[in-house]
């Protein structure tokens, strides 16, 4: 794999948001694994983890560790290599085992920290744009919907939303279907409050809610499934930001 070193900010980006484990690092050991089952190849390295720069939680922490590293170009990567790499998950088990798609040069590690802090804004951009409406609004009502209470339904209940400010779309008011089941399918949905003012990202025909809506409430009403979707409103000038961003 060609080090992307002199790749441009685009490039940076869609690395790190494809990377599930960040780290800056030194090559150990070459033609090595430290994982049970998986035997010593020539694709694979040794790894130490000088920093973490994004990791899943689960592991800990990570500093100090060696992992095993699968590479498409290890003769790029003598011992004694430091580099920033970017990696997809492949075991964890005692030792962890990853998968690189791109590695850059050590003297690359605070650009890639700015890019890992910046992931939360990019998944927010997504989600703006994807949006039908975004707005400002409370909350007036709430209610529960009567429903046949399947094992995997989101066992829906209905917001009234006034609008107070318009960001992007128009409307006075808005019907917003939110999940109350507890199932992995949903839990990480936000459940609105009667009297909550926040900023709703609403998505109309969301093919993760569609099966669970009858057909003339598709495109009438509005879902926001992502945690990311209800932000506070002390964040309403950020989005804006954002959206001035994504217009761009």
């Known amino acids: 794999m060609a080090d992307p070193g002199d790749a441009p900010q685009l490039r940076l980006a869609e690395l790190t948001r494809a990377s599930s484990f960040i780290f800056r690092g030194t090559v150990q050991t070459a033609g090595a694994s430290n994982v049970r089952g998986v035997q010593n190849a020539p694709h694979l390295l040794l790894v130490s983890v000088d920093e973490p720069l994004r990791n899943d939680p689960a592991l800990g922490d990570p500093t100090g560790r060696i992992v095993t590293l699968a590479t498409d170009a290890p003769q790029q990567l003598p011992p004694g290599t430091e580099a920033v790499f970017f990696t997809t998950g492949w075991i964890h088990a005692e030792e962890i085992a990853v998968r690189e ?148």
């Not at 949006?131 to 409370?138: H, I, Q």
């Not at 006034?162 to 990480?188: C, M, N, Q």
């Not at 936000?190 to 609403?202: A, D, H, T, W, Y």
């Not at 003339?216 to 001035?244: F, K, S």
């Open 101 to 248: 798609i791109g590695h850059l040069a050590p003297d690359a590690t605070e650009v890639a920290r700015v890019a890992v802090a910046r992931l939360p804004d990019l998944h927010l951009l997504d989600r703006l744009a994807q949006a039908r409406l975004v707005v400002l609004a409370e909350v007036q009502s709430t209610a529960r919907l009567r429903r046949p209470r399947e094992r995997r339904a989101p066992h829906w209940a209905r917001a009234q939303l006034t609008v107070i400010t318009s960001l992007k779309g128009r409307a006075r008011e808005a019907t917003l279907y939110f999940p109350t089941s507890d199932s992995h399918h949903w839990f990480r949905a936000k459940r609105p409050r009667r009297g909550q003012r926040r900023v709703f990202i609403l998505h109309a025909n969301d093919e993760q809610a569609g099966q669970w809506l009858h057909e003339e409430e598709r495109g009438a009403v509005y879902t926001a499934l992502d945690p990311a979707d209800i932000q506070p409103e002390a964040r309403l000038d950020h989005i804006r930001a954002l959206l001035r961003e994504a217009r761009r």
